[in-house]
């Protein structure tokens, strides 16, 4: 019998199991938790009994991670029943971070978890098989007596299979790894509610989600790995700071709270100060459009699937669409007026805010949404503008990263095999880009034949946390557009007199408020700079008889435009660790000795604090900060 | 026979005309145009055969006017006719503002109209009548066999009737005024293009626009008037200072144009300190929402006909609205955590943009729009906290039209027989709403049962720049609501640790920022305050040789973000004239003197010019007035 392995073919006799195979090619047997035979996946302890091709997966393999945890699932449900006898079982898969199982009348202290990990470790430690049999519905059936779940689910299987795990049996189509032993490191990580098949009208059962691992050291430096994750999950720090908020009656499309509102609006007016600095026009345009318009501009024909329909409810013959982009309404602008080339680059600017219709599951807080404020432009120039005005924007770029302490990646799109435009213009137009990029030194990568049919283009996306290049974290853009100056007819008169169609720059600096505050909350895992914290002082007096010293203070603070306030709710350490939790800047902290000497205590985000400091100092180191827009804090760092 | 007039009987022969009756009662014949004799409007020349009643009108009733305008459009037409005679004839009737007549074929130069207008006062003075005459259509098609339009309506006229009024016939049903002679004042204003019967696929007519009045006096009151009203047309005013525009393809929802959007956001941040001033919460919450959320808030039963349905494209059947109002989604965050009592006043703010769906032809540019930025808010208070809180606003109220120099007339609406809410709740929030008018010795109307069913409130009209109450002025309401806190059984804790209802107080303090915008640019003519003005100094060098003084001149004030530009295209004197059609508050003039001296001159908004002024003195007069956001410039007036 020829068993064919890792592309050798070798000689086995009939009936040998996989296990045997193992120990016979003197393959790592510790590691190696199940095999694909003729692309099955089966248990190591099958017999083989023909000619076949065999695969041996571990946990660095995705599919041997995936039985390691189903069978780690097994084997918390087995320490549930072993503390909880009562407890109904209900489903157990493993999943892309770890496993769960699913348990009714399961009611768990604080310490539950706890428990159920010791217990799980125990059992682990046994050293126990899973050990499979196929048998009847009735047969299962009578063994799964007392399991209503389970016997729910047998209503829909033909040719049940149960594992055996010590005292343990579950129904299960398996396969599973050999033994309990190679689960040296579990954490449980979390319960929650879950409707029994996701059926809101069936019971609430009680999951429990955990994780495990061949090793101690893999344990830990995931869950090192998970934490930095959530610190830097930016839904949990909205949720956390009380940033914004959604609900499931408007998908896509969140509640800025008043905190997130501070800060939404602070990068908005950010956005606007530099786009006034580099010559733009502001403008403000409609949200919605009679049809016609976005036949025109196009966007009906391509865009369609992500575009909204508006009509009046009671008016159903009258057809609006909600705009998903503001470029059609800036041509209408531009074209308002006569324009020469003395009115060129002509910039319009508009913090546009645009709806697109995605799928409710690609959806992701702040960073995928339906509705987008842009940092929009569009810009009409001449062919011989453009490298100045995409250099001007790289400025721009810059200057917004550099704000941000956030690390660019910088991609340029060429052209496409199905465009417009002639061969010449585009020769133009893609060295005017890489000219721009390569004049400053800045490395990108080339995307041959990936602009769009209109344009070549500049994508700028953010490096996350960790320095890791993040496509979802796309930021700013910057493409130019041979194509909508032509549909709308759009000319300039140029010195010669005579009429030229100039090209359209489209650029998004900041990409979308939402989403740029988005990925700013995930690379900060909060701790905003000052001048965009909602909070920026928090002021808290040792004692009541502190407080009308907290109150001057609070007052100069507030007269000076800075955003404080005053804690004296609970004790000094409670109102520490709020602080904390809300990442505030700074907690000015008042007492006896402050109130003696007329000074204050600042305590810093690093937990450092800092005795004597005069009030007028802090403020004016505050205030720097604020107005010069200052990443690090300036006070104690001098 | 017996004629009542004027409550009057009088008896009167068989056969009288009215004229004869004038003259018997001796009634002004001077003024009196014609006559209703049985609710009939008739010639003062019919007679009389049987028992009636009889008014008589002159110009100053509105039924008098409009006959003494249809004469006048016969004047025009018989003058046409004598100047340009292949010209075919249209229709000629009154309207609310004097009279037109359609012509077809006129070609007119540039003082034909002052030609027309002398050959109307040459026949008006010939004292000619309106000789009415009943002809069969045969007869009538016969007259007017070469004018194809007057054949066209004679195929819908069973029993015609025409005038003559000296060489001059129309095809009409009258009546008419006694004389020519009456017709003192004429006045042409404008020409335009119009289809026959309003058809597009039709000819197009030369419609002639005039008015006429029995006096000299009168015509110049009303061109005085005519003028006041263009200069205050804030949909003129925009065009003129390229505010914004408007499109067919977007009715309702005005594009800002680079100008515009300075004065919009200018306006809207002025609004948004307000708000912090007074300790409101800003927030931002989404256009769209699924249906169910319309329905839980009741707008969906209550307000449809305003609201538009949305729904992707490519799925139908997912069904959003785009919000009308912003108050569920504040409740929604009043409801996101628990409040208690300490919490309140709790405010929400929101700059939120709603659309309401409003027919085509009541738009009228940013007086009704379909879309509206409110400066909205809404407060959540217990009973006793009413009083204060719309005192607060009435304060916040107060602020904004002391900033912009308007007049207020203050409403108060009461219960209505339908509505939620016990009497005596009503009774506190009615005489909290009173107290907080009275106790400020502000005169408001009394709307009595003109609340809504939820709560009384206080709307704020402005008066218009001829101090006249109108109320298409609409611009800030107060209005308490004790409904919706119940129906999304919206709670608070209270001193007693109880749940308990709050009221929640809607409020629009500038109303919605575009409209604030439209009564501005009415009331000022577009001669906004300095710190609106979207230029605020333009610098005009005598001649090309001062352009680097001018320069140095532009960079100061740039420097102090004073919105400045250099205007050195064409002569001095067009220059001046574009900046005041654009209603620049300031011009500064540099030429040789000032250049020798190191100082300006200043031209200001009123014509006047000063010489020899400080450079500094001047940005920090200008600087004060724009941070003081002061009405009046202080500049030469200290």
């Known amino acids: 019998m020829k068993l064919r392995i890792s592309g050798k073919v070798y000689d086995f006799e009939q009936g040998v199991t996989l296990n045997e195979v193992i120990k016979k090619l003197k393959l790592d047997s510790s590691a190696i938790l199940v095999a694909k035979v003729n692309g099955v996946l089966v248990d190591l302890y099958t017999k083989l009994n023909s000619d076949a091709d ?19 699932a097994h084997l918390l449900a087995y320490a549930v029943k072993e503390i909880y006898k009562d407890v109904q079982l209900g489903i157990g898969p493993a999943i892309d971070e770890g496993f769960y199982y699913d348990f009714y009348g399961l009611k768990i202290d604080d310490n539950g978890l706890k428990k159920i990990e010791d217990k799980m470790y125990e059992l682990a430690a046994k050293s126990l098989g899973f050990d499979r049999q196929e048998i009847s519905v009735e047969e299962a059936k009578k063994m799964f007596s007392s399991e209503k779940f389970k016997l729910e689910l047998l209503d829909e299987i033909s040719s049940p299979s149960i594992y055996k795990t010590g005292a343990f049996v579950d129904l299960c189509k398996g396969p599973h790894i050999p033994s309990t032993s190679m689960i040296r ?42 934490r930095e994750r959530e610190k830097h999950d930016h839904k949990l720090v909205g949720k956390e700071l009380d940033l914004f908020m959604m609900s499931d009656l408007m998908p896509g499309t969140p509640i800025f709270l008043p ?130 005005e995409c250099s001007d924007m790289i400025d721009m770029v810059s200057t917004v990263y550099k704000t941000f302490n956030l690390q660019a990646v910088f991609a340029l799109a060429t052209r496409p095999p199905e465009r417009i435009g002639s061969d010449e213009l585009w020769d133009k137009a893609e060295s005017a880009l890489k000219n721009v990029l390569e004049k400053r030194g800045i490395e990108y990568k080339l995307k041959e034949g990936d602009g769009a049919f209109y344009g070549p283009k500049i994508d700028v996306y953010v490096k996350d946390y960790a320095g890791r290049f993040d496509p979802t974290y796309a930021a700013s853009t910057i493409q130019l557009d041979f194509n909508l100056p032509l549909r709308f007819d759009v000319k300039y008169i140029g010195k010669d007199n005579a ?84 990442k505030i800047p700074y907690m000015v902290i008042v007492g006896e000795k402050e109130v003696e000497k007329g000074k204050i205590s600042v305590r810093l985000r690093s937990g450092e604090t800092v005795h004597d400091v005069d009030m007028k100092e802090f403020e004016t180191s505050v205030l720097k900060d604020i107005e010069e827009r200052n990443f690090t804090a300036s006070f104690h760092n001098q």
């Open 185 to 226: 490191a579990i954490k449980l990580l979390r319960i929650s509610g879950a409707y029994w098949k996701g059926d809101s009208k069936r019971e609430v059962m009680t999951r429990i989600y955990g994780i495990s691992f061949p090793s101690k050291k893999e344990l830990e430096v995931y869950l090192k790995d998970l």
């Open 259 to 388: 905190d997130g509102a501070i800060v939404y609006n602070q990068l908005l007016n950010f956005a606007r100060e530099l786009d006034v600095q580099h010559g733009y026009h502001e403008v403000i345009t409609p949200f919605i459009a009679k049809s016609l318009f976005w036949e025109i501009s196009g966007h009906l024909e391509k865009y369609k699937k992500n575009m909204f329909r508006v009509t009046p409810f009671e008016k159903e013959e009258e057809e609006y669409v909600l705009k998903p982009m503001n470029c059609p309404f800036h041509i209408l602008i531009f074209k308002s007026e006569t324009r020469s080339y003395k009115d060129l680059p002509y910039r319009i600017s508009e913090f546009g805010i645009v709806h697109r219709y995605e799928l409710e599951g690609t959806l992701d807080g702040l960073l995928r949404t339906r509705v987008l404020q842009q940092n929009d432009a569009h810009v009409f120039v001449s062919e011989d503008q453009i490298e100045e």
């Open 54 to 72: 065999v695969e041996f997966f571990t946990f660095s393999d995705e599919i041997g991670k995936k039985v390691f945890w189903h069978s780690s």
């Open 499 to 582: 009429e030229h169609t100039p090209i359209m720059i489209h650029r998004a600096i900041m990409g979308s408020i939402g989403r740029f505050m988005g990925i700013l909350l995930s690379n900060t895992a909060g701790e905003l700079p000052i001048w965009l914290a909602p909070t920026q002082v928090v002021i808290l007096p040792i004692s009541d008889k502190y407080s009308d010293y907290a109150a001057r203070i609070l007052k100069s603070f507030a007269g000076k435009g800075i955003r404080a306030k005053i804690d004296s709710n609970s004790t000094l350490e409670r109102r520490i660790r709020a602080a904390q939790m809300k």
